[in-house]
T-cell receptor
Framework: GENVEQHPSTLSVQEGDSAVIKCTYSDSASNYFPWYKQELGKRPQLIIDIRSNVGEKKDQRIAVTLNKTAKHFSLHITETQPEDSAVYFCAASIGGTGTASKLTFGTGTRLQVTL | DGGITQSPKYLFRKEGQNVTLSCEQNLNHDAMYWYRQDPGQGLRLIYYSQIVNDFQKGDIAEGYSVSREKKESFPLTVTSAQKNPTAFYLC????????????FGDGTRLSIL
């Protein structure tokens, strides 16, 4: 089955700096890669996703890059703010219409943005 | 994600007791999922269902059971066979159109008395 590795497990940055979280996946058939943000005791919320037919996607201060050849994808957060502090999860799945399409999650990165 | 409702928010289980966690969605999603999250860890898939009256085991199904009698509902029973049930349980759903994201409920925190 799919295996997703995520690094680092913890990341501390100063407000205004950039943060980068990296994930690798094992199944070359995976074609959908979402990122979730989870605040303490709350539900994971989708912040950005990318499909295998594109290499990069941006949404304001957040961007995701995908390297299919190397089977890794990364989350980039620029101009970090204290409210960015949370646990971030990457995930991978093999998507297809009409399928339940299981997500395999990474183990999470705890991001702390300090003043 | 107000369309996915999990209840109760907190649940306590006694030794040898089965407990059932509720998950209801009004998003008209076909697929539904149950995950377990332990402190400081990622999400592990317990069971998932693509359509009514059909479900599959995930990575950690032992000690759990589910049913999918209605499209809107996917309850999870934590049986007495699950010896370490203390965790945060998350329900999710999605459309089965290709590569649509999963949306999560607010979770149920289960503890042993």
């Amino acid at each position: 089955g799919e295996n997703v590795e995520q690094h680092p497990s913890t990341l501390s940055v100063q407000e205004g700096d950039s943060a980068v979280i990296k994930c690798t996946y094992s199944d070359s058939a995976s074609n959908y890669f979402p990122w979730y943000k989870q605040e303490l005791g709350k539900r994971p919320q989708l912040i950005i996703d990318i499909r295998s037919n594109v290499g990069e996607k941006k949404d304001q201060r957040i961007a995701v890059t995908l390297n299919k050849t190397a089977k890794h994808f990364s989350l980039h957060i620029t101009e970090t703010q204290p409210e960015d502090s949370a646990v971030y999860f990457c995930a991978a799945s093999i998507g297809g219409t009409g399928t339940a399409s299981k997500l395999t999650f990474g183990t999470g990165t705890r991001l702390q943005v300090t003043l | 994600d107000g369309g996915i409702t999990q209840s109760p928010k907190y649940l306590f289980r006694k030794e040898g007791q089965n407990v059932t966690l509720s998950c209801e969605q009004n998003l008209n999603h076909d697929a539904m999922y149950w995950y377990r999250q332990d402190p400081g860890q990622g999400l592990r898939l317990i069971y998932y269902s693509q359509i009514v009256n059909d479900f599959q085991k995930g990575d950690i199904a032992e000690g759990y059971s589910v049913s999918r009698e209605k499209k809107e509902s996917f309850p999870l029973t934590v049986t007495s066979a699950q010896k370490n049930p203390t965790a945060f349980y998350l329900c999710a759903s999605r459309r089965t159109v290709s590569n649509q994201p999963q949306h999560f409920g607010d979770g149920t925190r289960l503890s042993i008395l």
